[in-house]
């Protein structure tokens, strides 16, 4: 009846995508996150299609982002996310120890092994029925090997969940839940936020490691930074000023290398930290006596680490706004004193140029004088001439004293006006004919 966009289907359906599945006590899931990268998911989706042969079930789409489908006695969920994905293992109905025989044993056995690329995130998860525990305080750390307890009373007072957060022998994360009245769905979504909660817990912290090997880096360029800041204070020549601005340089170019390894790495701590708060909330943890609460001891524990990286980043920041602003300053001198130098050099031209025309001046009126004393001198000659050949009654020496003065004016003229046709031309005016 209308025509849509062509993403609305796509967008639409978004909403609905990686829905949690329903879970009834009691039932064990195991949980995997795979790191994959944004462009390494091919061998993943291989791998899974590897298992749907072997349970002949139909394989998911290539563009497919979940996956869910029966496994026998077992169902798996697979998830596509940006870099990594997630296969997890639901297996319902009783049984003996939560942790023996879990969900991932009904996978053929060389499944694990020949998982690609690096596992981040793999948990068991076991739910009992019965509100609290049957257990004595005993049995359960026997469960999780004697490795201290955490424990909450959660989703409203109708779960209890138990955790060591400890990797045990089989590289395994334990939670072991037990529930009272609990809707299937209520309970699908409540194992869904803490397997969440891991696996965004170790994604997060793959920024830590970045920040503690970048985090002698930083130091290294603020205390280079601090001695190039306290010479700025002193007078340089302008060559040790070329060479400040070079070691700044290299400082700007040290802090831009560690801002592009850590910024892609902190970016996605910070929305992963933001993923596990929101899901922690939606927990509703509730004290349990005896034992410290999970989620906060996760917190106490996960918080500075997500701080630390914070910081850094903070740091790398601020860092760089300092080389940029110092890098202003040392600039702003080394123009300054340039254009020093280039007025001094402009004031030596100018007394160079005043001498030049002094020394012309001079010059011009030697070339009067002496071009003046050859003329009349020729004049003299002329007039000796004609007294002896009889052409002239006059005395030379009063034909040379008459034409002195027009002489010495007309050559005093025709220099002067040399002249300014030659200043109009290095001008570049138009000169008007001599």
Same mark, same amino acid.
């Given at each position: ?27 064990q ?10 462009d ?12 749907c ?17 029966d ?10 996310? *940006? ?11 009783a ?6 025989? *879990? ?14 690329? +690096? ?14 525990s049957h257990?004595t305080?005993?049995?359960?750390a026997?469960l ?25 022998s089989?590289?395994f ?36 490691p970045?920040?503690?090997?970048s ?20 007078? #340089?020549? =302008?060559?040790?000023?070329r +060479?400040?601005?070079d ?6 170019? #040290? ?13 996605a ?17 509730e004290?349990?006596e005896?034992?410290? +609460? ?8 996960f918080?500075?680490?997500m ?12 860092l ?8 202003s300053?040392?600039?702003t ?22 001498l +030049? ?5 001079? =010059?011009e009126?030697?070339?009067v =004088?002496a ?24 005395d ?8 002195? =003065? ?22 570049g ?6």
């Amino acid at each position: 009846m209308f025509k849509e966009h062509p993403l609305r289907r796509a967008l639409a359906e978004e909403i609905h995508a990686r829905p949690p599945a329903n879970l009834a006590a009691p039932v064990q899931v195991s949980h995997i996150a795979l790191i994959s990268g944004e462009d390494g998911m091919a061998p993943h989706v291989a791998h899974l299609e590897a298992l749907c042969k072997h349970f002949r079930v139909a394989p998911p789409s290539a563009d497919a982002t979940h996956f869910s489908a029966d496994l026998g006695e077992i169902r798996l969920t697979w998830e596509r996310h *940006t870099e990594f994905s997630t296969f997890t293992i639901i297996r319902p109905g009783a049984f003996a120890q939560p942790f023996k025989g *879990t969900a991932v044993d009904g996978l053929p056995k060389d499944w694990l092994t020949n998982l690609p690329g +690096q596992v981040i995130a793999a948990c068991h998860v076991a739910v009992e029925t019965g509100q609290g525990s049957h257990r004595t305080p005993s049995d359960l750390a026997g469960l999780f090997d004697n490795n201290p307890l955490n424990g909450s009373i959660v989703s409203g007072g109708s779960a209890w969940l138990w955790t060591d957060f400890q990797l045990h022998s089989d590289g395994f994360t334990r939670f072991l839940f037990n529930v009272g009245e609990i809707t299937p769905p209520t309970l699908g979504r409540l194992v869904q936020r803490m397997l969440e909660i891991e696996t965004y817990r170790m994604m997060a912290m793959l920024a830590f490691p970045l920040a503690k090997e970048s985090r002698p880096r930083l130091t290294a360029v603020e205390t280079k930074l601090g001695g190039i800041i306290a010479r700025l204070g002193t007078r #340089e020549a =302008v060559e040790d000023e070329r +060479q400040l601005l070079d070691d700044l340089s290299a400082l700007a170019a #040290e802090t831009e290398a560690v801002n592009v390894a850590t910024a892609y790495r902190f970016a996605a701590a910070r929305a992963y930290h933001e993923l596990i708060k929101r899901r922690m909330a939606a927990m509703r943890e509730e004290r349990m006596e005896g034992v410290p +609460q999970s989620m906060d001891f996760l917190d106490r524990r996960f918080a500075p680490a997500m701080e630390s990286c914070e910081n850094l980043s903070t740091r790398v920041e601020s860092l760089s706004g300092r080389i940029s602003r110092a890098t202003s300053l040392l600039r702003t001198r080394v123009d300054v004193a340039l254009e020093a130098q280039n007025r001094d050099l402009l004031e030596s031209m100018n007394r160079r140029a005043r001498l +030049q025309l002094r020394l012309q001046e001079t =010059v011009e009126g030697l070339s009067v =004088v002496a071009i003046s004393y050859y003329l009349l001198s020729l004049v003299s000659y002329l007039a000796k001439g004609a007294k002896t050949a009889g052409l002239s009654h006059f005395d030379p020496y009063v034909v040379v004293l008459v034409a002195f =003065v027009p002489v010495v004016a007309s050559i005093w003229y025709g220099v002067k006006r040399m002249r300014r046709v030659i200043s109009k031309s290095a001008d570049g005016k138009p000169t008007p004919d001599l």
